[in-house]
């Protein structure tokens, strides 16, 4: 991930925004360098939401920015063709490329170029159906009852250990059709690759080499002797329009962006839950607000923190001029508890009447996992307030550099079975 510096804002001509609200000689947040993590934690994210909607930054002085905070502004960019372009690393990146074969990093899958993009998305579009993940429910189901059968109810567990964690894997395995004796091996690379987020270590990097090597295999396996999973679907639509490498590419993405959303909603959606403990007993007494329930934790807590675009010639963005190449990052947590679009933003209410937050992103790159996400979450939550309505909060350790935004997330699964 990047690390963005702030600076001093000027408030450009024709940008009412930025001269009303950042007019000031600081950087928004008050703080010299802002990474995609801090715009993760609550305090930075406020700062940054009431200095206003639109930010110049300055990133690792290598280019300048924008920063969007504003809903209407973010709402904009995402959905803005002019800003489907790719950044500067990912070109640098790929100058560097010796050969066909020499894989894409984990991180440059989420900016490809735009016709290798329309091509994996086409795919994954075609064969992630509602109707596949509707015929995963019971599987999803099968892993939450598992995961959950495997820990004791009567003393403390730490819930992203217990569920937060394992889970998004688990449902990715059983959706691609990895098989038994490869979960272990894709489990250890995913939380290896989220651990070392942004640091392409030798040790990542070779381990993403050997992970691609395991899947091609599995891929040309599943040509030949075609299942009911995801993989077999995608390799049976090779074609002229695409080939085993797009197959191979849309796995990994699905891998890297399938995983750490999905922990986070849970950790942090579970926590918010317990913390006060009457939004807990709320569902308990009214599961029909479960639907509800997760649209605003995906609101409330907003697992994917940034979304960035990178515009494609020059042009303009809330009325701020930006230059070919110029990153557009919009502070996501920020866009959803902006008060001019949610009433009472800081205010968890899963009965708020209209709530049309962008946790799943929006325009070309929406979120390819939506549906099972949602799918995940609802079964996951409504499986622990039907099996352990009593579920009390022990101790919530909440380092703000955490990915998940919780290090552990102490639970009591049902107090009445506490030795
Ligand atoms: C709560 C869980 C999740 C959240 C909040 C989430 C959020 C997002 C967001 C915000 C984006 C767009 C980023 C942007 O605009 O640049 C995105 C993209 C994506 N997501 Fe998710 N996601 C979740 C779960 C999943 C799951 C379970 C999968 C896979 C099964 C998945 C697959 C993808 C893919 C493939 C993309 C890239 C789309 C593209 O580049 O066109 N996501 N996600």
């Known amino acids: 991930m990047t690390a963005i510096e702030a600076n001093p804002v000027d408030a450009g001509a024709g940008s009412p925004d930025l001269a009303a609200t950042v007019g000031a000689e600081r950087c928004p947040t008050g703080l010299p360098v802002i990474t995609a993590r801090m715009l993760a934690a609550a305090d930075t994210v406020r700062r940054i939401r009431e200095a206003g909607p639109v930010h ?12 969007l905070a504003g809903y209407d502004a973010a709402a904009k960019a995402l959905a803005d063709p002019r800003l489907m372009g790719e950044p500067p690393q990912a070109l640098a990146a790929r100058a560097d490329r010796r050969t066909d074969e020499d894989l894409l990093d984990e991180e440059d899958l989420f900016f490809l170029p735009e016709e290798q993009h329309r091509r ?30 495997a820990v004791p109810t009567g003393t403390p567990v730490d819930a992203i250990d217990a569920l937060a964690r394992p889970l998004p894997v ?4 059983e959706l691609l059709g990895i098989p038994s004796d490869g979960r272990r091996y894709i489990r250890d690379y995913v939380y290896g690759w989220i651990a070392e987020l942004g ?6 990097r070779s381990a993403g080499l050997a992970l691609a090597d395991y899947l091609r295999a599995l891929i040309v396996e599943r040509r030949r002797d075609p299942g009911d999973d995801l993989i077999s679907a995608m390799a049976r639509s090779e074609g002229p ?5 797009d197959v191979l590419s849309a796995v990994r993405l699905l891998l ?11 950790a942090s959606g579970i926590a918010t839950l317990l913390r006060p403990r009457d939004r807990w007993q709320r569902l308990v007494e009214q599961p029909d607000q479960l639907d509800a329930t997760v ?7 907003t697992p994917a923190a940034l979304s960035s675009r990178y515009a494609r010639t020059d042009t303009e963005v809330a009325g701020v001029p930006v230059a070919a190449g110029t990153g557009v990052h919009c502070a996501m947590r920020a866009v959803n ?33 939506a549906a099972l996400a949602r799918a995940e979450a609802r079964l996951a939550v409504g499986t622990l307030v039907r099996r352990f309505p009593d579920l009390t909060l022990v101790e919530d350790v909440h380092p703000s550099v955490s990915p998940t935004g919780h290090r552990q997330l102490l639970v009591l699964l049902d107090p009445r079975s506490a030795p």
């Open 295 to 301: 649209e605003e934790l995906l609101r409330f807590v």
């Open 199 to 204: 640091a392409a270590t030798p040790v990542t």
């Open 256 to 266: 890297v962006a399938g995983n750490r959303p999905v922990t986070t909603l849970l």
């Open 170 to 173: 688990a449902v990715l395995c």
């Open 56 to 67: 110049h930054v300055n990133m690792g002085g290598r280019e300048t920015g924008l920063l």
């Open 337 to 369: 508890r902006d008060p001019a679009r949610f009433a009472d933003p800081d205010v968890f209410d899963p009965r708020r009447p209209d709530n049309p937050h962008l946790a799943f992103g929006l325009g070309r790159k929406h979120c390819l996992g």
């Open 241 to 245: 329009s695409t080939s085993e490498a």
């Open 120 to 149: 994996l998305r086409r795919m994954i579009t075609r064969q992630l159906t509602h109707r596949r993940v509707t015929a995963l429910a019971a599987r999803i189901q099968g892993e939450i009852d598992a995961l959950l059968d």
